[in-house]
C-alpha cells in the first residue's frame, strides 16, 4: 500500500503536501507525528472521507474492505456488550461464523465475558476502547484502520487493545494501520513505521531501520531526532 504525492487541505488550511509514504501488509503499520500532523487526516483519506488525487493511493482495498475504528468512539450507550457485539455481527451478516483468532478468544475469557450484560454507555473509557476494538476486530475485512486506539487506556488494557490488533496480522494475516502517540508499547510487534510533520512523511521503515538512520538504541530517542 502506497502513498505517493498525496495533498490534502481543508480551506486554507494545507495538511499534507506531496506526502509519500508505504504501508506494509505483514507488519502493524504505526503512523506517528505531534498533534495536529495529520495523522487522521490520512487515516480519513485511506478510508475514502477525503477528496484526493487518485493516482495518490495505490495497492488499498476498496472502501468496503476496510474497518475504520475512529478516535470517537460510536456506540449506542443503552445497549449492553453482548447486543453490541450482536449489532457487529449483522453488520457482517453471518451472525455466528465470527472467525475469532486464539487472541480473540483469550480476550472474550478474560475480559469481555465479565462484562457481557454491562450497558456500553455505563463502560469506563478503558473499559469502551477494549469492546470497540474486540468489535472491530470481529468484522472480516482485509484493511483496519485504528484512529489512537490506546487513547485514556490504562497500560493492561493497552497491552490487551495491541494484542487483539496484532493478532489480525498475525494469525488472521490481515492488514492493520493505527496512530499513535506511544510507539514504545508496539516494539515486540512487526512494525512499520511512518512519521509525520510539516506536512510531509519524515520517515516510513521498520523499527531497525528507523535505529540504523539515527544511529540510536532507543525508539524514543530515534524519533526525537527525526521530529527535530
Ligand atoms: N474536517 C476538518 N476540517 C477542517 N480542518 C480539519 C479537519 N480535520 C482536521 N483538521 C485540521 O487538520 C489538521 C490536522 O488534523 P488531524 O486531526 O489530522 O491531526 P492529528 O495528527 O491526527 O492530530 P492529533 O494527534 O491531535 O489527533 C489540524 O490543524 C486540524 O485542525
Redesign the pocket.
Known amino acids: 500500500m502506497q502513498v505517493k504525492k498525496l495533498s490534502?487541505t481543508?480551506?486554507k488550511?494545507q495538511?499534507l503536501s506531496n506526502l509519500d509514504c508505504k504501508f506494509e501488509t505483514d507488519k502493524l503499520n504505526v503512523?506517528l507525528?505531534?498533534?495536529?500532523?495529520?495523522?487522521?487526516?490520512?487515516?480519513?483519506t485511506i478510508a475514502g472521507l477525503?477528496k484526493h488525487d487518485e493516482q495518490a493511493l495505490s495497492g488499498f482495498p476498496t472502501q468496503k474492505q476496510l474497518a475504520y475504528k475512529a478516535?470517537q468512539l460510536h456506540f449506542f450507550p443503552s445497549l449492553t456488550v453482548k447486543q453490541t457485539i450482536q449489532l457487529y455481527a449483522e453488520i457482517e451478516n453471518h451472525p455466528k461464523n465470527f472467525n475469532k483468532t486464539s487472541t480473540m478468544n483469550t480476550i472474550y475469557n478474560q475480559v469481555i465475558k465479565g462484562i457481557i450484560d454491562k450497558k456500553i454507555g455505563k463502560l469506563s473509557g478503558g473499559e469502551k476502547q477494549v469492546v470497540l476494538t474486540y468489535c472491530n476486530c470481529l468484522l472480516d475485512r482485509e484493511l483496519y484502520l485504528f484512529?489512537?486506539p490506546l487513547s485514556g487506556v490504562d497500560i493492561n488494557n493497552a497491552n490487551l487493545i495491541i494484542k487483539m490488533i496484532a493478532a489480525l496480522v498475525t494469525e488472521k494475516h490481515k492488514q492493520v494501520i493505527l496512530?499513535s502517540?506511544d510507539i514504545e508499547l508496539f516494539e515486540s510487534f512487526p512494525i512499520n513505521i511512518v512519521v509525520?510533520n510539516h506536512q510531509k512523511c519524515m520517515f516510513s521503515g521498520t523499527d531497525h531501520e528507523l535505529l540504523n538512520a539515527t544511529n540510536k538504541a532507543q525508539i524514543n530517542d530515534a524519533l526525537r531526532i527525526i521530529l527535530k
Not at 33 to 44: A, E, I, M, Q, V
Open positions: 490534502i481543508y480551506g488550511n495538511v503512523i507525528g505531534p498533534n495536529g500532523t495529520g495523522k487522521t487526516t490520512l487515516l480519513d477525503n478516535q484512529d489512537e496512530t502517540h509525520l
